[in-house]
């Protein structure tokens, strides 16, 4: 609680101080550009636009100017704005959000509002477009400063996180403790890795060899963690889970301090090899010993090295950004539909603003911005929430400022307002923490606050009853057709990830596209969940855990692959029984799996034996996949 105390107020000062600069330099009339410049700020830091700097910085000043010019020409004649703040708004919603990553609208979608409530003579407007143009040269200094060296801080942080966390799990299950709540906290490490890694790529499809290697490295931390949660790790000799607790403290000091590897852990668990001959000994030897060479890879390589990226193909057709910005311009996706519905409702709501030049009518446009939704259920639970958080924060309001007479002791009030929003997590209070600021901020300035509390009182209901229709009635998207969508793509990926790493055994030359498919699987993945908060399928987290084992085994049998002394002959002929199996009619399945594990009880090798292990993993799993409609 102390240390998030201490990161909150930081932050809140340094918000403070950056809007007072911003507004010392471009005066009064363009502080609220500081406002979403800080905004943006802090929410871009979740993506990484380092890789490509200059670029980034081009399209965001692009994009900011536009805005200006957009929202200046708005002003001028209400009938020209509805072209214009159409386009501007659908700008937003289109490309500022994704069906599988998180929005990041809300800064720029502000922006514009402000800039369109906000308009300057023409003779300011110069100094308008300076401050859009310092606004996004601050975002990318911003991001230079924290995201530069993100993929390695961050990659160290979670793999020693996850090592921690796989160190708890051995002590509970010799000492026969539950384990489920660090499981969680294990794939959530594991799944941040990989949204790091998948955020760093270049053109949105290449991996460096950094960015290759962190991702083997949570594929290891993975395999382990499943392997420590098979129902037979109790029957594990108690050697073995010793040797991977000392291993995995070892990884730690190296990732820490570059200290000396030994051989102490890696020799006690090749004796319990000797001595049980178990499969189960000889994958976890094979994971820490790869572990180890990704490790050392890190550590000796140079960062000119690190940063290098194979392109030994073109970005294939389906895996380009332009591809799926047109692929999602469609009737089902709710990208779209949210982009389309965005842009109608503000541009009704601001010509029906500026037409009939209602006072504070900036009100209904911001609420109408706030509960437009990609999904209908989300903009439902948002009217609710915001109609109380609104009541909450107005009846707070009026008490406050009757006490208070003070404008001293006001303007403290709006200002401790606006610090505890940043504590507010649950969208009710953070419209009550909003509604006191902004009521404050325009009593402290013009108005009895009784009328200003009415006032936007009533103009917001009028925004949240547009916003109800607009969702109701303008291309309504269901969570529900939303998540199975979703979960049609998940399985998809899955099978693409397969005929992928069938491809590569012969042809090794499309390891990104790999990558790519097994990176986007976590993002896919993490927006099912989030969806299923609302949607609460009880079969969800089934669904999900089985998708996660069948992506991990397809791409543990892609690693195998690289090796040097990789047996192509034998990965040959164990593709073609799955082939076989997943090409047979129903009734013929059985007897061709009755094969395969035949051939798994005469495996003439450990390495052959743990192979077909795999191969069957992934038939289970496309069987399980199946089940889930």
């Known amino acids: 609680m102390k240390q998030l105390i201490i990161s909150k107020t930081m932050i809140f000062i340094f918000v403070l101080l950056f809007v007072t600069g911003f507004e010392t330099v471009f005066g009064q009339e363009n502080?609220?550009?500081?406002?979403?410049?800080?905004?943006?700020?802090?929410?871009?830091?979740?993506r990484d636009f380092t890789v490509s700097p200059w670029k980034s910085l081009l399209l965001?000043?692009?994009f900011n100017l536009s805005q200006g010019v957009f929202s200046q020409l708005a002003v001028m004649n209400p009938w020209i704005g509805l072209p214009i703040n159409f386009f501007a708004m659908f700008m937003?919603?289109?490309?500022f959000t994704s069906n599988i990553k998180g929005p990041i609208h809300i800064a720029v979608g502000l922006q514009y509002l402000f800039l369109l409530t906000n308009p300057v003579p023409l003779e300011d407007f110069p100094l308008r477009l300076s401050s859009l143009a310092a606004g996004a040269i601050f975002i990318m200094l911003v991001q230079w400063l924290f995201n530069r060296r993100k993929l390695s801080k961050r990659g160290n942080r979670y793999f020693l996180q996850v090592c921690d966390h796989l160190q708890e799990k051995?002590?509970?299950?010799?000492?026969?403790?539950?384990?489920?709540?660090l499981d969680a906290a294990i794939q959530s490490d594991i799944n941040e890795f990989r949204k790091v890694i998948y955020f760093r790529r270049i053109k949105g499809y290449y991996l460096t060899h950094e960015g290759r290697v962190r991702l083997k490295i949570s594929v290891c931390l993975e395999k382990l963690h499943l392997m420590l949660s098979r129902a037979d790790v109790h029957d594990c000799p108690d050697e073995v889970l010793k040797a991977l607790e000392l291993e995995l403290g070892q990884m730690k000091d190296y990732m820490k301090h570059g200290t000396g590897l030994s051989d102490d852990s890696l020799n006690r668990l090749n004796k319990a090899l000797e001595d049980y001959g178990t499969a189960y000994i000889v994958e976890i030897i094979s994971t820490l010993t790869l572990l180890r060479e990704l490790l050392v890879y890190l550590h000796t390589s140079k960062p000119s090295e690190l940063n290098k990226v194979e392109k030994v193909i073109g970005i294939p057709e389906g895996h380009r950004n332009g591809y799926q910005l047109v692929k999602d311009i469609n009737r089902d996706s709710a990208r779209f539909t949210y982009a389309l519905r965005l842009g109608m409702t503000?541009?009704?709501?601001?010509?029906?603003?500026?037409?009939?030049n209602i006072h504070e009518g900036r009100w209904i446009i911001f609420t109408i911005f706030s509960v437009t939704q990609p999904y209908y259920e989300a903009a439902k639970y948002r009217f609710k929430e915001r109609l109380i958080g609104t009541f909450m924060g107005a009846a707070i309001f009026i008490v406050a400022f009757n006490i208070f007479q003070d404008t001293t002791m006001r303007t403290f009030l709006v200002?401790?307002?606006?610090?505890?929003?940043?504590?507010?997590?649950?969208?009710?209070?953070?419209?009550?923490?909003?509604?006191?600021?902004?009521l404050g901020s325009a009593a402290l300035t013009s108005g009895d606050p009784t009328v200003l509390t009415m006032r936007r009182i009533v103009l917001v209901l009028?925004?949240?009853?547009?916003?109800?229709?607009a969702n109701r009635f303008i291309l309504p998207h269901g969570i529900e057709k939303g998540t199975r969508d979703l979960m049609e793509d998940y399985k998809k990926v899955s099978q693409e990830l397969l005929r992928e790493v069938y491809i590569y055994l012969n042809e090794r030359n499309n390891a990104h596209t790999i990558n790519h498919l097994f990176a986007a699987s976590t993002l896919m993945e993490e927006r099912i969940r989030s969806n299923n908060q609302m949607l609460k399928v009880s079969e969800m987290d089934g669904f999900l855990a089985a998708q996660r084992r069948l992506n991990h085994a397809i791409y543990e049998v892609f690693l195998r692959m690289q090796k040097e002394d990789v047996d192509v002959q034998l990965f040959g002929e164990i593709f073609e029984e799955l082939?076989?199996?997943?090409?047979?009619?129903?009734?013929?399945i059985n007897e061709q799996v009755s094969r395969l594990y035949e051939r798994l009880y005469l495996s003439k090798s450990l390495e052959e034996y743990v192979l077909l292990k795999d191969a069957l993993r992934i038939y289970k799993g496309f069987r399980r996949q199946a089940c889930f409609e």
Do not use: K, P
């Open 415 to 438: 200002m401790l307002a606006g610090y505890l929003n940043s504590y507010a997590v649950e969208y009710r209070n953070v419209v009550l923490t909003v509604t006191i600021s902004a």
């Open 579 to 588: 082939d076989t199996i997943f090409r047979s009619e129903e009734e013929g």
């Open 31 to 46: 502080v609220l550009i500081g406002v979403t410049t800080v905004v943006a700020m802090l929410m871009y830091l979740q």
């Open 170 to 181: 051995i002590y509970r299950i010799r000492d026969h403790q539950s384990d489920q709540e």
């Open 462 to 469: 009028i925004g949240i009853g547009i916003g109800m229709l």
């Open 92 to 95: 937003v919603g289109y490309f």
């Open 60 to 62: 965001l000043l692009a």
């Open 346 to 356: 503000i541009t009704a709501a601001a010509f029906m603003v500026d037409y009939f």
